[in-house]
């Protein structure tokens, strides 16, 4: 797992080497001092649905306190119906970042 601090979010990269529980322990340790969070798991080879759906608690929190919380799965045809954002590159997902801050901010 890597873990980036870029100047208005966290970049989390999973492997296919690191567990899920790893990465559950790394956000859990994020949800003290929140940061928008992009997450890539677009290298694991396990059921992305599954993985996703498993996040969903942790993006409803990073909602609460206005954070965005995203899951680079590079799979378009995944969608929660904006209960989680997934998209499917890591510019995608830093462009979203930035519009949602720009939401906030209006």
Known sequence: ????????????????SDSKDDLKKQIDSFSIDMDNLIID????????????????KH????????????????DSKIDY??????LPTLDEAVEYLYMEELERNV
């Open 1 to 16: 797992m890597k873990v980036e601090k870029k100047d208005i979010y966290t970049h989390i990269i999973l492997y296919n």
């Open 41 to 56: 798991i677009k290298n694991q080879n396990i059921n992305k649905e599954q993985l996703v759906l498993s996040f969903l």
């Open 59 to 74: 993006s409803t929190l990073w909602k609460k306190k206005n954070k965005s919380f995203i899951l680079v799965v590079n």
């Open 81 to 86: 119906d904006k209960e989680i954002i997934c």
